[in-house]
């Protein structure tokens, strides 16, 4: 599968370097406003082939997208001082306006997986401007927020986080919600699980756990000013289920025509996702609490797309 990323920056190499270790594509190509930089990244990323998988990694101006089955978008501009952040989201839009239609030139139907933050309202931009498929479009969302849930839960167990099954639901950032009342280890409710390993998930506990996922990476921005490892390998997950058709659960943002009264607005749920995109949505069942968190964390996207007429 040929996958192209659109800006080499930090996610974007993580993103190009997890496809190449796990070898969830075969051809890479990246592509980024400085030639330089995707040049040097797309060579750094070849020297580790030969410890992995057989992938051809090469740089490239939009042209070399042609034939790309699945577009990364992962370029992105940083805040100016001072610059509030609907500023910042317009200059972001209006970087997409000239990314997409590029993009578009060269690939023919391509899956467009975006990365750019924020990504909620950054999915709404790519969906409107690329007028592809719904499913085809569509944003890493809370993928890694809901891999910080799952490793914070099984370390509080002294478990796998490959047995915790739970989500963290709507926008990828401060009004997210982690899905408590419905998570599950194994195939029991958490509190059984948790009372059995006398590991109970008291209010102390659940306020750590919410707070380790909610802040984790501004904390991890502080200590080295981005986040760039785990979004990479969320994002080569994302391609390897799409390579093989899995029909993988994951949290992922989607422009989604209605959720608790709110109309047209992208945010993360449960999607299934294979060889065309996403294929269905799986609606969680939850409590009064975070239906109503759900419900705000809604809004909140849906006033900020409105402010940017989507
Ligand atoms: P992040 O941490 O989100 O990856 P970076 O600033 O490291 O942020 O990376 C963003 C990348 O996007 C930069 O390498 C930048 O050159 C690239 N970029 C910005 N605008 C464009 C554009 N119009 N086309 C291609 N790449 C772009």
């Given amino acids: 599968m040929k996958v192209g990323i659109v800006g080499a920056g930090m996610v974007g190499s993580a993103a190009g370097y997890a496809l190449a270790l796990t070898g969830a594509a075969s051809r890479i190509v990246l592509v980024d406003r400085s030639e330089a930089l995707a040049l040097a990244q797309a060579q750094d990323i070849a020297h580790a082939v030969p410890f ?14 042609a034939g790309a089955d699945v577009v990364i978008l992962a370029a992105g501009v940083g805040q100016k001082p001072g610059e509030s952040r609907l500023a910042l989201l317009e200059r972001n839009a209006a970087v997409f306006e000239d990314v997409i239609a590029a993009v578009l030139r060269a690939a023919v139907d391509p899956i467009l997986l975006v ?35 799952r490793s914070l839960v099984a370390h509080h167990l002294g478990l796998a986080p490959q047995s915790i099954h739970g989500y963290v639901l709507g926008e990828h950032g401060d009004s997210e919600v982690l899905g408590w009342s419905g998570a599950r280890v194994g195939s029991e409710p958490l509190a059984s699980v948790a009372a059995q390993l006398g590991c109970a998930i008291t209010a102390d506990v659940r306020a750590r756990i919410d707070d380790g996922v909610r802040r984790a990476a501004y904390r991890i921005i502080e200590g080295k000013g981005a986040t760039n490892y ?15 058709d899995e029909g993988a659960v994951m949290s992922l943002s989607l422009v989604t025509p209605e959720l608790a009264g709110v109309q047209n607005v992208a945010l993360s749920l449960p999607r299934v996702v294979g060889a065309q995109g996403i294929r269905s949505t799986l ?15 809604a809004r909140m996207l849906r006033d900020t797309s409105d402010a940017l007429g989507l």
Avoid at 118 to 141: C, E, I, N, W, Y
């Fill in 230 to 244: 785990g979004i990479g390998a969320g994002l080569a997950r994302i391609v390897q289920a799409i390579g093989r």
């Fill in 115 to 149: 990365a750019t933050n924020p990504v909620d309202v950054m999915t709404h931009v790519t969906a409107k401007l690329a007028g592809l498929a719904p499913g085809r479009v569509f944003g890493s969302g809370t993928i890694l927020d809901t891999a910080r849930f």
């Fill in 283 to 297: 609606m969680p069942t939850l409590d009064a609490d975070e239906i109503a968190a759900l419900t705000a964390s």
């Fill in 52 to 65: 992995a998988s057989a992938v051809a990694v090469e740089a490239g101006g939009y042209e070399a997208l």
